[in-house]
C-alpha cells in the first residue's frame, strides 16, 4: 500500500520594531492538508449509519472525501505574535502566543484505514478442543472446512482461505474507525518572561509557561459493550451495542490537554574561572488519554465511550518538581616545572546534578470474563482506592535484595461486581520514586606542536554517587508482585575517550 499526503501551506512573517525598546513579532500560517489516501484506493472506514447492516465503505476514484473517507478542514489558521519590551538596561520582558496543528499523527495502526478488512484481513481465532469442556468442536476433517467451524491444530497447518476477504468477519477481528468529520488537533502555546542582568556576569529569568491542547487524538470502542447485570455472566459480545460487529476501535480528535509551568534560571557566563546555570520547573500537565505510543506505567491511550473525560486528570508525563544544575570549574594550573605544567595544568572539571519528581502511576486490575467491556489491546480497568497508595518511607518493607514494597496494597482493590468494572481510582493517582542523578567528567586539551593539532583527553561519570533510582513498582493489584520496585535506572558508569584534533 502507498499513503499519500499533500500539505500545501502559506506563512507571512513581519518585525516591527514600534520603539527602540519595543519590538512585536508578528505571523500568520495557513495550512490546506488533505487526509491520507491511498494510491489504489485501498482504504476502508466504518460508518455508524450504513455499515452495521452493509458492512465497511470502502475508497473510490473522485473528491479527497471519496478516496480518503474522511473530510478535508480547510479553516486552519494559526496566528503567532510575539513581543520583546526593555523596561531598563538591565531587564527585558518577553512574551509571545502561538498556534500550531497536527495535520499528521501515525498512532501506529490505529488510526490506519488500510488495516481494514477487505485490504487487510486480521483474523482472530477462538476455537475450542474436542476435550474441551467449554465447547467442544470437533477435528477439522480437511484444509477445506471453513474457519471458525471445527478445531485446527498448529501442527495440521493453516485452512484454506483462512485469510481471503470472503472468509473474513467483523466479529473476529479489530475494525479501526475515523470519523468522517474529524477536526485538526492543535496547540495553543503562550508563555511571558522576564529578564534581569545580576551584576555584569550573572542573570536570573523567571518565566510562566503554557500550553492548551484541543482536538487531540485520543481512542475509544465505538463497540464497547454495557456492564453485566449484577451477577450477570453474558458474553461480551452478547453486550455490545452494534451486534454484527467486534471491537471497533475509534481515532478521535476529542481530548483536551493542559500544560501549566513556572521557570526558573540563574546562569552566571563564564568568568574567573567558574561558570554555572541552575534551570527550575515546577509545573502540572493535565490530558484525558495516553499518546498511543507513550504508554508508561499501566497508563492508556483509551476512554470510557460512555464518558470520555472522565480520566482527565495528571498526564503519564506530568513531573511537577525539576532543577538541573550544572557547574564548570577551571581548575588551576600548578606554578612548578614546565613540563609539570603541561601534564597537570588547564584541566577543566564539569558537573550535572538533575533532580526530577517520579512519573505517574496507573492503579489497574485485570478484570474477569463478565467484568470485561472491551476486547481492545490497551483498554485498560482502574482499580479501588481507599487511602494514600503510596506507603511512608519506614513502612516500606524489604521484599528480597533490590525488591522492596513501594504502594500500598492495603489501600488498593479490584472490583468483584459484574455491574461495577470500573474503579474509583483516579487515573494516574500514584506517583514513582524520585530521581536524582550527579555525574562528573574531567576534561584536557594537549597541544600537540603543530598548527592547531591536539590531543583532547576526557573521563565522564554517570551517576557517579552510585545512587539508586528506583522504576515505578508493578500497578497491577491483581498481580501477585503488586506494589514492588524491582526495576532500577542504570547506575554508575565510566567512560573515557581521546580524540586527535587538526
Same mark, same amino acid.
Given at each position: 500500500?502507498?499513503?499519500?499526503?499533500?500539505?500545501?501551506?502559506?506563512? %507571512?512573517?513581519?518585525?516591527?520594531?514600534?520603539?527602540?525598546?519595543?519590538?512585536? @513579532?508578528?505571523?500568520?500560517?495557513?495550512? *490546506?492538508?488533505?487526509?491520507?489516501?491511498?494510491?489504489?484506493?485501498?482504504?476502508?472506514?466504518?460508518?455508524?449509519? @450504513?455499515?452495521?447492516?452493509?458492512?465497511?465503505?470502502?475508497?473510490?476514484?473522485?473528491?479527497?472525501?471519496?478516496?480518503?473517507?474522511?473530510?478535508?478542514?480547510?479553516?486552519?489558521?494559526?496566528?503567532?505574535?510575539?513581543?520583546?519590551?526593555?523596561?531598563?538596561?538591565?531587564?527585558?520582558?518577553?512574551? /509571545?502566543?502561538?498556534?500550531?496543528?497536527?495535520?499528521?499523527?501515525?498512532?501506529?495502526?490505529?488510526?490506519? =484505514?488500510?488495516?481494514?478488512?477487505?485490504?487487510?484481513?486480521?483474523?482472530?481465532?477462538?476455537?475450542?478442543?474436542?476435550?474441551?469442556?467449554?465447547?467442544?468442536? #470437533?477435528?477439522?476433517?480437511? =484444509?477445506? $472446512?471453513?474457519?471458525?467451524?471445527?478445531?485446527?491444530?498448529?501442527? #495440521?497447518?493453516?485452512?484454506?482461505?483462512?485469510?481471503?476477504?470472503?472468509?473474513?468477519?467483523?466479529?473476529?477481528?479489530?475494525?479501526?474507525?475515523?470519523?468522517?468529520?474529524?477536526?485538526?488537533?492543535?496547540?495553543?502555546?503562550?508563555?511571558?518572561?522576564?529578564?534581569?542582568?545580576?551584576?555584569?556576569?550573572?542573570?536570573?529569568? =523567571?518565566?510562566?509557561?503554557?500550553?492548551?491542547?484541543?482536538?487531540?487524538? !485520543?481512542?475509544?470502542?465505538?463497540?464497547?459493550?454495557?456492564?453485566?447485570?449484577?451477577?450477570?455472566?453474558?458474553?461480551?459480545?452478547?453486550?455490545?451495542?452494534?451486534?454484527?460487529?467486534?471491537? !471497533? +476501535?475509534?481515532?478521535?480528535?476529542?481530548?483536551?490537554?493542559?500544560?501549566?509551568?513556572?521557570?526558573?534560571?540563574?546562569?552566571?557566563?563564564?568568568?574567573?574561572? !567558574? %561558570?554555572?546555570?541552575?534551570?527550575?520547573?515546577?509545573?502540572? /500537565? +493535565?490530558?484525558?488519554?495516553?499518546?498511543? +505510543?507513550?504508554?508508561?506505567?499501566?497508563?492508556?491511550?483509551?476512554?470510557? &465511550?460512555? @464518558?470520555?473525560?472522565?480520566?482527565?486528570?495528571?498526564? /503519564?508525563?506530568?513531573?511537577?518538581?525539576?532543577?538541573?544544575?550544572?557547574?564548570?570549574?577551571?581548575?588551576?594550573?600548578?606554578?612548578?616545572?614546565?613540563?609539570?605544567?603541561? #601534564?597537570?595544568?588547564?584541566?577543566?572539571?564539569? $558537573? *550535572?546534578?538533575?533532580?526530577?519528581?517520579?512519573?505517574?502511576?496507573?492503579?489497574?486490575?485485570?478484570?474477569?470474563?463478565?467484568?470485561?467491556?472491551?476486547?481492545?489491546?490497551?483498554?485498560?480497568?482502574?482499580?479501588?482506592?481507599?487511602?494514600?497508595?503510596?506507603?511512608?518511607?519506614?513502612?516500606?518493607?524489604?521484599?528480597?535484595?533490590?525488591?522492596?514494597?513501594?504502594?500500598?496494597?492495603?489501600?488498593?482493590? /479490584?472490583?468483584?461486581?459484574?455491574?461495577?468494572?470500573?474503579?474509583?481510582?483516579? &487515573?494516574?493517582?500514584?506517583?514513582?520514586?524520585?530521581? @536524582?542523578?550527579?555525574?562528573?567528567? *574531567?576534561?584536557?586539551?594537549?597541544?600537540?606542536?603543530?598548527?592547531?593539532?591536539? =590531543?583532547?583527553?576526557?573521563?565522564?561519570?554517570?551517576?557517579?554517587?552510585?545512587?539508586?533510582?528506583? +522504576?515505578?513498582?508493578?500497578?497491577?493489584?491483581?498481580?501477585?508482585?503488586?506494589?514492588?520496585?524491582?526495576?532500577?535506572?542504570?547506575?554508575?558508569?565510566?567512560?573515557?575517550?581521546?580524540?586527535?584534533?587538526?
Amino acid at each position: 500500500m502507498e499513503l499519500n499526503q499533500r500539505l500545501p501551506y502559506l506563512y %507571512s512573517q513581519d518585525d516591527w520594531h514600534v520603539t527602540s525598546r519595543l519590538t512585536l @513579532n508578528l505571523g500568520l500560517r495557513y495550512e *490546506l492538508s488533505t487526509p491520507p489516501f491511498e494510491t489504489n484506493n485501498q482504504l476502508a472506514n466504518y460508518d455508524p449509519v @450504513n455499515s452495521p447492516t452493509t458492512g465497511l465503505v470502502t475508497a473510490t476514484s473522485g473528491s479527497i472525501f471519496q478516496r480518503a473517507l474522511v473530510q478535508r478542514n480547510d479553516l486552519n489558521f494559526a496566528p503567532r505574535v510575539g513581543l520583546a519590551f526593555q523596561m531598563d538596561p538591565k531587564t527585558v520582558v518577553r512574551a /509571545a502566543y502561538g498556534i500550531s496543528y497536527q495535520q499528521f499523527l501515525r498512532a501506529a495502526t490505529v488510526n490506519e =484505514l488500510a488495516q481494514n478488512a477487505p485490504f487487510n484481513i486480521d483474523v482472530l481465532i477462538t476455537q475450542y478442543a474436542p476435550s474441551s469442556k467449554t465447547s467442544p468442536q #470437533a477435528v477439522c476433517s480437511s =484444509l477445506s $472446512a471453513a474457519p471458525l467451524t471445527c478445531f485446527q491444530s498448529t501442527q #495440521a497447518g493453516y485452512l484454506n482461505g483462512l485469510l481471503s476477504p470472503a472468509n473474513a468477519s467483523p466479529l473476529a477481528s479489530t475494525t479501526t474507525y475515523v470519523p468522517a468529520r474529524t477536526p485538526t488537533g492543535y496547540v495553543q502555546n503562550y508563555q511571558l518572561s522576564i529578564q534581569r542582568a545580576l551584576g555584569a556576569d550573572t542573570t536570573l529569568d =523567571l518565566a510562566y509557561v503554557g500550553n492548551h491542547g484541543v482536538h487531540e487524538q !485520543i481512542l475509544t470502542d465505538l463497540n464497547q459493550a454495557a456492564p453485566n447485570a449484577a451477577g450477570g455472566t453474558l458474553s461480551l459480545q452478547a453486550r455490545r451495542p452494534i451486534t454484527t460487529f467486534g471491537g !471497533i +476501535q475509534e481515532s478521535f480528535n476529542g481530548g483536551p490537554s493542559l500544560f501549566n509551568a513556572f521557570e526558573a534560571k540563574l546562569e552566571r557566563r563564564f568568568s574567573h574561572g !567558574i %561558570s554555572f546555570i541552575d534551570s527550575f520547573t515546577y509545573s502540572h /500537565a +493535565q490530558d484525558a488519554a495516553a499518546a498511543n +505510543q507513550e504508554v508508561g506505567n499501566d497508563d492508556s491511550p483509551f476512554v470510557d &465511550r460512555n @464518558n470520555t473525560l472522565s480520566a482527565f486528570t495528571r498526564s /503519564a508525563y506530568d513531573v511537577p518538581l525539576r532543577d538541573a544544575l550544572a557547574v564548570v570549574y577551571d581548575l588551576p594550573s600548578p606554578h612548578t616545572h614546565r613540563l609539570m605544567g603541561y #601534564a597537570l595544568g588547564g584541566w577543566q572539571a564539569s $558537573a *550535572l546534578n538533575t533532580f526530577s519528581s517520579g512519573l505517574p502511576i496507573n492503579l489497574i486490575y485485570s478484570p474477569t470474563t463478565a467484568q470485561q467491556v472491551s476486547s481492545l489491546t490497551s483498554y485498560v480497568y482502574r482499580a479501588n482506592l481507599a487511602g494514600n497508595p503510596v506507603l511512608a518511607g519506614a513502612s516500606r518493607t524489604r521484599i528480597a535484595a533490590g525488591q522492596y514494597q513501594y504502594l500500598n496494597a492495603q489501600a488498593v482493590s /479490584a472490583p468483584t461486581a459484574a455491574n461495577t468494572p470500573f474503579g474509583n481510582a483516579s &487515573r494516574n493517582v500514584a506517583r514513582a520514586p524520585n530521581f @536524582n542523578d550527579l555525574d562528573f567528567a *574531567l576534561h584536557k586539551r594537549f597541544p600537540l606542536g603543530f598548527h592547531e593539532s591536539a =590531543l583532547e583527553f576526557r573521563a565522564e561519570a554517570f551517576d557517579v554517587l552510585n545512587h539508586p533510582n528506583a +522504576q515505578a513498582p508493578d500497578s497491577n493489584i491483581s498481580d501477585s508482585a503488586f506494589g514492588v520496585v524491582s526495576s532500577y535506572f542504570p547506575s554508575r558508569e565510566l567512560q573515557f575517550a581521546a580524540k586527535i584534533v587538526f
